[in-house]
């Protein structure tokens, strides 16, 4: 994208959605200019210096995070959606002025949806089953557990390092239950609540979960016996489930 034309267009496509957000009754800022690496952004935009991004600040009464949307001018968006407890940032390649448009349009609508939440990181060679050859992170929330898939490399590494075999790692995550679900089939998300009895399993190699809900829905999870995931789920578990959990 060219730093100096195409970065005035790209503000022109924020200033077009910023009256209509703010007629959505969003908090937005005005168009906001960066004009040398490192710089902050700024309203000012003086006419003689070279535009090194552009961005847009977006916030709603009842979003659970702001949100800061910045198109650098090498065509990196950066996506900060930031909440009391953290912040989540993510980068995206913006090839055209029409993707960045939806890029806009994406991250204000999920900004009104995201939470950002404390998450324990319990195995990272979770998989759906004995068929599911993939392995995925898989994270304990407070009332939840999430699933995401991984990929052929993520499955490698893991192969190799064998998972976390010493500790669990906590981290503030973005929640986003309709991403998490949409990325792919594999994905789960099971609330605790939903849970009707749950069976965990240890193995030689590879330990486990059961879960059947209340609606009748079956999930199973597997991950390397080298990793903390079972310990850690029976104590988080079993307050919950009482005798409704089997080990």
């Not at 005035?8 to 690496?37: I, K, T």
């Not at 961005?55 to 930031?82: F, I, N, Q």
């Not at 893991?158 to 669990?168: K, M, Q, V």
Request: aromatic share 4%; hydrophobic share 45%.
């Amino acid at each position: 994208m060219d730093e100096r034309i195409g970065l005035r267009l790209a503000g022109a496509r924020v200033d077009l959605r910023r009256h209509r957000w703010l007629a959505e009754g969003l908090s937005v800022s005005p168009v906001l200019w960066r004009h040398q690496v490192g710089s902050d952004l700024s309203v000012e935009r003086g006419s003689d210096e070279a535009i090194e991004g552009v961005g847009v600040r977006v916030a709603g009464t009842h979003w659970g995070v702001d949100l800061s949307v910045e198109l650098r001018s090498g065509g990196t968006a950066v996506l900060a959606y930031r909440a009391p407890l953290g912040s989540v940032e993510e980068r995206v390649r913006v090839r055209s002025l029409d993707a960045w448009d939806s890029l806009l349009d994406a991250a204000v609508q999920r900004a009104s949806r995201l939470k950002v939440r404390r998450a324990q990181l319990l195995a990272t060679s979770c998989t759906t089953g004995w068929l599911d050859w993939v392995h995925g992170k898989l994270w304990l929330l407070p009332d939840s557990l999430v699933r995401v898939r991984g990929g052929f490399v993520h499955t490698v590494v893991n192969a190799i390092a064998s998972g976390l075999p010493e500790r669990t790692a906590t981290s503030v995550i973005g929640y986003d239950p309709v991403v998490i679900l949409g990325g792919h089939r594999t994905n789960k998300v099971i609330p605790f609540d939903g849970i009707a009895h749950a069976r965990l399993h240890l193995g030689l190699t590879t330990s486990g979960l059961d879960v059947t809900m209340t609606d009748g829905i079956r999930h199973r999870l597997l991950w390397l016996s080298s990793e903390q995931a079972r310990g850690v789920l029976a104590d988080r578990l079993l307050p919950v489930l009482g005798s409704r959990l089997r080990r």
